[in-house]
């Protein structure tokens, strides 16, 4: 059962987010979690997520903005090291609210009700004919970089924030899938690099053979992706990036993320 629930949702969430840019990894640990201890499902999502975006980079990398990926890709590294530090600093502030939901305690952090916030700040504005036709100049990347970086370091979700921001950079749908994944490949590098400790202690107790599996269905939905990147338009991407945001969003707020 383990081989069927990962799999799927591995093939499935790559295929979708393909194009969005963000929630891989957010769909896949629950998937993981539901038959591994917590700390190994975290690290195998980690493993899964990185190798994906580095078949995802061979698939499409040539088609990046080096410019945006410089702008945005270096403030949203530096700054990431600088969320993940004040995310220690405030680890232990009281929930906002807690509440019970299925059988289990659901708990609602600052953080989490911040970004939360943030993304549906974004969406709301995808109902507004003039920000539909809105995109952000090369002088707002590195603002952008700063912020996905800084929220992605205090909560995880810069992938979120990231697509935000580069669906209205003005790119291609070919630049935009591509050059997220050049940034979320640096970030999940330098991510990997704290977790390599972790990993390194967890790795013995990891199941390869569905790690392995779940890899393989992860890249045959990138791949399935890549094929209809051209049947896909620029405005469809922005649509489906909102929904998602949305979706996030209520996760978030909710506690259920």
Not at 193 to 199: D, E, K, Q, V
Request: hydrophobic share 60%; proline share 3%; charged share 10%.
């Amino acid at each position: 059962m383990s081989y069927v629930v990962i799999c799927t949702v591995a093939l499935l969430a790559s295929a979708l987010t393909f194009f969005s840019g963000f929630g891989l990894g957010t769909l896949l640990l629950p998937a993981f979690a539901l038959f591994f201890p917590i700390e190994q499902a975290v690290a195998l999502t980690a493993i899964v997520h990185f190798l994906n975006s580095l078949f995802k980079l061979a698939l499409t990398g040539r088609h990046a903005d080096r410019h945006v990926v410089v702008r945005f890709g270096l403030p949203a590294i530096i700054m990431s090291f600088l969320g993940a530090w004040v995310l220690v600093r405030i680890a232990d502030i009281a929930a906002v609210f807690t509440y019970s939901a299925f059988g289990r305690l659901v708990s609602v952090t600052p953080v989490k009700l911040i970004v939360g916030v943030l993304l549906l700040v974004f969406v709301s504005l995808e109902f507004l004919p003039r920000f539909r036709r809105l995109s952000f100049g090369s002088q707002y990347m590195p603002l952008g970089g700063l912020l996905s970086g800084f929220f992605g370091g205090l909560s995880g979700m810069q992938g979120a924030l990231r697509s935000a921001f580069l669906s209205r950079a003005g790119l291609t749908k070919e630049a935009f899938v591509a050059t997220g994944v050049v940034i979320a490949c640096l970030i999940d590098f330098s991510r990997l690099a704290i977790y390599s400790t972790s990993l390194a202690h967890e790795s013995a107790h990891f199941n390869y053979g569905l790690l392995t599996a779940a890899l393989l269905a992860a890249f045959a939905g990138a791949a399935l992706g890549n094929n209809y990147l051209k049947k896909i338009t620029m405005p469809g991407i922005q649509r489906l990036v909102a929904v998602m945001l949305f979706a996030v969003a209520l996760g978030l707020i909710s506690g259920f993320l």
